[in-house]
């Protein structure tokens, strides 16, 4: 007889409070686990397919800077788990239910402050999430890596350039993968054994046994001193005091078989943002959007087809190595290596090169559009020519280190003041 997997008696706690500064005016309005990525999902959806996908029936949603877009999101997307079939979705907004000044004072508080709500559902196993990355990963074999090893927290983990393992938990591990050393966002990451250009980051990812966890949450709730964090606080604690076990990536990354390496993105800064959209426009991308058999679930909105018009020289609608969701219409413009979302309308005369465009933005007649990531709902002016002279970009946009032009409805409205 087969047992049972391991993840129907666990639950799946996402981390999505996080406001992502340094997408600049993307998350504006919105939390980075809410941005817009891939045409049709938002950031969060990978975390939550990888749960839904794993076997994980219960999920709890922890929200708190800018949550509405996010919660909407979730709600229309997200609505389809039923009781009586003992699944739950929760979303969890900071609600003051300690104490009424206190939001959510950090990833491990975000969890304390709803452990009634996790206790009521009865799991066995917590799985902590961040609801920022873009990945793939089965998360059963992540548990049963803990079960095995009898760890008192399993840590997922993947080996990062040491000059940005600043931004992670860094640790060092035995060769049974014991966590011997752990370090949150070092100033002077430790390289790798043997690896002198590599850290073994923290993902963020953290399985628990659930009632060790709750322990766990009460002692650091009552250390006056603690920052209520995982990386700060509960891990160098489980580090030093219990048994805290790493589990690589690579063991539970999921790939089909157009992916030639496990893929794993924080797509943080604008030019990171950019360049992990734009590269799902390669023939073969790193990333397989297109497995049937690992969906990423997401709000399917209503929409038409998307649209190409006009076939004279000077004014024909076509995409070359491009991405175009339902919905849009390209009207006799020219697009090459761009990924256009929902509902976005290029006019003509227009050429659109290496851009990522944001649902229902409208490009006026003659725009010349290059390296640029436009926000949600804009109308570009007729004319409108970016990615030509730098110096010009930056004074009218935020232009990014790599070249990059983001653009808002604000900037956008500058222009004509």
Same mark, same amino acid.
């Given at each position: 007889m087969t047992e049972a997997p391991l993840a129907r008696n666990a639950m799946a706690y996402v981390l999505a409070g996080g406001r992502g500064s340094r997408l600049m005016e993307? +998350?504006?309005?919105?939390?980075?686990?809410?941005?817009?990525?891939?045409?049709? *999902?938002? #950031?969060?959806?990978?975390?939550? *397919?990888?749960?839904?996908? *794993?076997?994980?029936?219960?999920?709890?949603?922890? +929200? =708190?800077?800018?949550?509405? *877009?996010?919660?909407?999101?979730? =709600?229309?997307?997200?609505?389809?788990?039923?009781?009586?079939?003992?699944?739950?979705?929760?979303?969890? /907004?900071?609600?003051?239910?300690?104490?009424?000044?206190?939001?959510?004072?950090?990833?491990?508080?975000?969890?304390?402050?709803?452990?009634? @709500?996790?206790?009521?559902?009865?799991? +066995?196993?917590? @799985? @902590?999430?961040?609801?920022?990355? #873009?990945?793939?990963?089965?998360?059963?074999?992540?548990? =049963?890596?803990?079960?095995?090893?009898?760890?008192? %927290? +399993?840590?997922?983990?993947?080996? %990062? /350039?040491?000059?940005?393992?600043?931004?992670?938990?860094?640790?060092?591990?035995?060769?049974?993968?014991r966590i011997i050393s752990f370090l949150e966002k070092p100033k002077e990451p430790p390289p790798m054994p043997g690896k002198p250009d590599k850290a073994l980051a923290s993902m963020g990812i953290y399985v628990f046994e659930a009632k060790f966890l709750y322990d766990q949450l009460k002692r650091d709730a009552s250390d006056p001193t603690s920052k209520r964090d995982f990386g700060n606080d509960i891990i160098p604690y489980l580090v030093n005091n219990g048994k805290a076990v790493a589990h690589p990536f690579t063991r539970s990354c999921v790939r089909s078989s157009m992916e030639r390496e496990a893929y794993w993105r924080d797509v943080g800064t604008v030019d990171a943002y950019w360049s992990a959209n734009i590269d799902l426009t390669d023939v073969t991308p790193e990333l397989d959007l297109y497995d049937r058999d690992w969906p990423i679930w997401t709000y399917g909105e209503i929409t038409p087809p998307a649209k190409f018009v006009h076939d004279d020289e000077a004014r024909r609608g076509q995409a070359i190595s491009s991405l175009i969701s339902g919905g849009c219409i390209v009207s006799g413009s020219s697009l090459r290596r761009s990924l256009l979302f929902t509902g976005v309308r290029v006019n003509s005369y227009g050429l659109v090169e290496n851009a990522v465009i944001l649902p229902y933005v409208d490009v006026g007649r003659s725009a010349r559009l290059r390296n640029v990531v436009i926000d949600r709902g804009v109308r570009i002016p007729e004319g409108l020519v970016v990615g030509e002279d730098p110096e010009l970009d930056a004074r009218r946009f935020r232009r990014s280190p790599g070249g990059v032009s983001l653009i808002t409805q604000s900037m956008i409205d500058r222009l004509s003041a």
């Amino acid at each position: 007889m087969t047992e049972a997997p391991l993840a129907r008696n666990a639950m799946a706690y996402v981390l999505a409070g996080g406001r992502g500064s340094r997408l600049m005016e993307l +998350t504006d309005f919105r939390a980075k686990p809410a941005v817009y990525f891939g045409g049709k *999902s938002r #950031i969060i959806d990978f975390a939550l *397919s990888n749960a839904l996908n *794993s076997g994980i029936r219960r999920i709890a949603v922890a +929200t =708190q800077y800018k949550a509405h *877009s996010l919660i909407r999101h979730l =709600q229309r997307g997200w609505s389809f788990f039923r009781p009586e079939r003992n699944e739950s979705f929760d979303i969890l /907004p900071a609600s003051q239910r300690v104490s009424e000044d206190m939001w959510y004072l950090g990833t491990a508080d975000a969890v304390y402050q709803n452990v009634d @709500i996790i206790e009521s559902y009865g799991p +066995t196993w917590i @799985i @902590i999430l961040a609801g920022d990355h #873009i990945y793939k990963m089965d998360y059963e074999k992540m548990l =049963q890596q803990h079960v095995d090893q009898k760890a008192d %927290v +399993t840590i997922g983990c993947l080996e %990062v /350039p040491l000059e940005e393992a600043k931004g992670f938990g860094v640790m060092h591990v035995d060769a049974d993968d014991r966590i011997i050393s752990f370090l949150e966002k070092p100033k002077e990451p430790p390289p790798m054994p043997g690896k002198p250009d590599k850290a073994l980051a923290s993902m963020g990812i953290y399985v628990f046994e659930a009632k060790f966890l709750y322990d766990q949450l009460k002692r650091d709730a009552s250390d006056p001193t603690s920052k209520r964090d995982f990386g700060n606080d509960i891990i160098p604690y489980l580090v030093n005091n219990g048994k805290a076990v790493a589990h690589p990536f690579t063991r539970s990354c999921v790939r089909s078989s157009m992916e030639r390496e496990a893929y794993w993105r924080d797509v943080g800064t604008v030019d990171a943002y950019w360049s992990a959209n734009i590269d799902l426009t390669d023939v073969t991308p790193e990333l397989d959007l297109y497995d049937r058999d690992w969906p990423i679930w997401t709000y399917g909105e209503i929409t038409p087809p998307a649209k190409f018009v006009h076939d004279d020289e000077a004014r024909r609608g076509q995409a070359i190595s491009s991405l175009i969701s339902g919905g849009c219409i390209v009207s006799g413009s020219s697009l090459r290596r761009s990924l256009l979302f929902t509902g976005v309308r290029v006019n003509s005369y227009g050429l659109v090169e290496n851009a990522v465009i944001l649902p229902y933005v409208d490009v006026g007649r003659s725009a010349r559009l290059r390296n640029v990531v436009i926000d949600r709902g804009v109308r570009i002016p007729e004319g409108l020519v970016v990615g030509e002279d730098p110096e010009l970009d930056a004074r009218r946009f935020r232009r990014s280190p790599g070249g990059v032009s983001l653009i808002t409805q604000s900037m956008i409205d500058r222009l004509s003041a």
